[in-house]
């Protein structure tokens, strides 16, 4: 069972930004689309961003434009930068595949406040 780590949240102020890291115990990025996830409080959980396989990006719109995915295959790992942050960016997020295959990891808090 492939097991995911996210890191690199916290607190931030409205118009900053925060760098997400998904490590797997796996090499599975080669082999699947992977996305990026988010839960806010009382929310469903929703896709925020996904990578293909070939590279091919696609992101929700409320995020078009302030957030970018990438991933690394060699090194298991996968990013996302995220930009100009909102309060209603504010949640848990998570990596998967794209769709979801395995568990969900911890997740990483992401708190835009002043």
């Known amino acids: 069972q492939v097991q995911f780590v996210e890191s690199g949240g916290g607190l931030v102020q409205p118009g900053g930004s925060l760098r997400l890291s998904c490590a797997a115990s796996g090499s599975i990025f080669s082999i699947y689309a992977m996305a990026w996830y988010r839960q806010a409080p009382g929310k469903q959980r929703e896709l925020v961003a996904a990578i293909a396989t070939g590279g091919r990006t696609n992101y929700a719109d409320s995020v078009k434009g302030r957030f970018t995915i990438s991933r690394d295959n060699a090194k298991n790992t996968m990013n996302l930068q995220m930009n100009s942050l909102k309060p209603e960016d504010t949640a848990v997020y998570y990596c998967?595949?794209?769709?979801?295959?395995?568990?969900w990891g911890q997740g990483t808090q992401v708190t835009v406040s002043s």
């Open positions: 998967n595949t794209n769709p979801r295959y395995f568990s």
